[in-house]
């Protein structure tokens, strides 16, 4: 695998690109609020198996810092755009996804909802940034704070998730046990594809932790998340989707919002978006027009 950092020309800012000789799938690697590119590279570790299943990772910071640093659009999305444009334009790629966490699962799934990334996005990996078909958050989802404080809008009652994307691609959500309610049995996505009702695989058992953690606070609260140890995820996939569209949930248990991702199912989601279906990025590859 090789490392860089590069440079886009067009805004001096800066991103992380990690990947292997001939790289056939890019990921494109958001981080979350209050987060960093750094930050990302261990929480959904990806580049790690650059070289195992040929992958390009490209892991950006977003510009805003105030309050905390966060993903906006006018912003970022240009930065976003010039990021992908690099990387497609150096790497003949077969597939692209984006992954993003937390406040990047939002941004990603904004995104979709652009003509540049619905025109050459083939996949979405929704890290704890919320599910097609939502999953309803722990009633004390969020980071500790003082008692009577406001919950944040996402733990409120009557909080709406955005529409689902009209751009054809497929999708897993991951999440951890402890921030979710529960996860639901039936998919809207699976539905729009046609796919088969869920299957349960065999949970992944991880010996090893995953590399980061939120280790900002003093005391652990399980829906944020404590510090990263091993663990086992369940894995469910909605077979026989049509176009062969991978579509799946995953549940990290005794895991909250930000323990990082630990190499096992971090591998097996990897195995996954590897085998789906692409190709949207080399149609549009030359495209000049941009929303």
């Given at each position: 695998?090789?490392?860089?950092?590069?440079?886009?020309?067009?805004?001096?800012?800066?991103?992380?690109?990690?990947?292997?000789?001939?790289?056939?799938?890019?990921?494109?690697?958001?981080?979350?609020?209050?987060?960093?590119?750094?930050?990302?590279?261990?929480?959904?570790?990806?580049?790690?198996?650059?070289?195992?299943?040929?992958?390009?990772?490209?892991?950006?910071?977003?510009?805003?810092?105030?309050?905390?640093?966060?993903?906006?659009?006018?912003?970022?999305?240009?930065?976003?755009?010039?990021?992908?444009?690099?990387?497609?334009?150096?790497?003949?790629?077969?597939?692209?996804?984006?992954?993003?966490?937390?406040?990047?699962?939002?941004?990603?799934?904004?995104?979709?909802?652009?003509?540049?990334?619905?025109?050459?996005?083939?996949?979405?990996?929704?890290?704890?940034?919320?599910?097609?078909?939502?999953?309803?958050?722990?009633?004390?989802?969020?980071?500790p704070r003082p008692p009577g404080s406001e919950r944040p809008p996402f733990a409120r009652r009557g909080f709406e998730p955005p529409p689902l994307p009209s751009a054809e691609l497929s999708f897993i959500y991951a999440t951890g046990e402890h921030e979710i309610?529960?996860?639901?049995?039936?998919?809207?996505?699976?539905?729009?594809?046609?796919?088969?009702?869920?299957?349960?695989?065999?949970?992944?058992?991880?010996?090893?932790?995953?590399?980061?953690?939120?280790?900002?606070?003093?005391?652990?609260?399980?829906?944020?998340?404590?510090?990263?140890?091993?663990?086992?995820?369940?894995?469910?996939?909605?077979?026989?989707?049509?176009?062969?569209?991978?579509?799946?949930?995953?549940?990290?248990?005794?895991?909250?919002?930000?323990?990082?991702?630990?190499?096992?199912?971090?591998?097996?989601?990897?195995?996954?978006?590897?085998?789906?279906?692409?190709?949207?990025?080399?149609?549009?590859?030359?495209?000049?027009?941009?929303?």
């Amino acid at each position: 695998m090789k490392s860089e950092t590069v440079v886009d020309p067009r805004t001096d800012r800066k991103f992380y690109l990690d990947y292997a000789d001939e790289p056939s799938t890019f990921i494109l690697n958001l981080h979350g609020g209050g987060s960093a590119g750094v930050w990302q590279r261990g929480y959904f570790p990806a580049h790690d198996f650059a070289d195992a299943y040929g992958l390009v990772v490209a892991a950006p910071t977003a510009l805003t810092d105030t309050p905390m640093r966060f993903w906006a659009a006018d912003a970022d999305d240009e930065h976003l755009r010039n990021v992908c444009d690099m990387v497609l334009g150096r790497f003949d790629v077969a597939s692209f996804w984006l992954a993003g966490h937390s406040q990047g699962g939002m941004t990603s799934r904004r995104l979709l909802g652009t003509p540049y990334f619905a025109d050459r996005v083939d996949g979405f990996i929704s890290l704890s940034g919320g599910r097609f078909g939502q999953a309803p958050m722990a009633d004390d989802f969020g980071p500790p704070r003082p008692p009577g404080s406001e919950r944040p809008p996402f733990a409120r009652r009557g909080f709406e998730p955005p529409p689902l994307p009209s751009a054809e691609l497929s999708f897993i959500y991951a999440t951890g046990e402890h921030e979710i309610k529960e996860l639901p049995s039936t998919s809207p996505w699976a539905e729009r594809y046609g796919a088969a009702a869920r299957e349960q695989l065999p949970d992944v058992v991880d010996t090893e932790p995953g590399q980061v953690y939120d280790s900002r606070w003093e005391t652990f609260k399980p829906s944020w998340g404590r510090e990263a140890r091993p663990g086992s995820a369940q894995i469910f996939v909605y077979p026989n989707a049509k176009d062969g569209r991978v579509i799946a949930d995953i549940v990290r248990l005794d895991k909250g919002h930000t323990e990082g991702l630990e190499p096992k199912i971090t591998e097996a989601i990897i195995k996954m978006i590897v085998g789906a279906p692409g190709g949207k990025a080399r149609e549009t590859i030359g495209a000049s027009s941009r929303d």
